[in-house]
């Protein structure tokens, strides 16, 4: 368990480290858009990105 946990742990920052090392231009834009958005917007995207994560979680253990 504690492997698996460090592996997605591990997977993740692979991930998000992606867009700002390909294109950092594009990056910085969408960080500034996301910095304008209300509190309501960013916790429905925080939301989606949970119940989509956890769908992919599902879909792969499943």
């Not at 991930?15 to 858009?33: H, I």
């Not at 429905?44 to 599902?58: P, T, Y």
């Amino acid at each position: 368990m504690p492997e698996s946990l460090l592996g997605a742990l591990a997977l993740l920052l692979v991930l998000e480290g992606l867009l700002p090392f390909l294109s950092p231009t594009r990056w910085r834009q969408l960080f500034a858009q996301l910095l304008a958005l209300s509190d309501g917007q960013l916790r429905f995207v925080g939301l989606s990105c949970m119940i989509a994560g956890l769908v992919l979680l599902l879909l792969a253990v499943g």
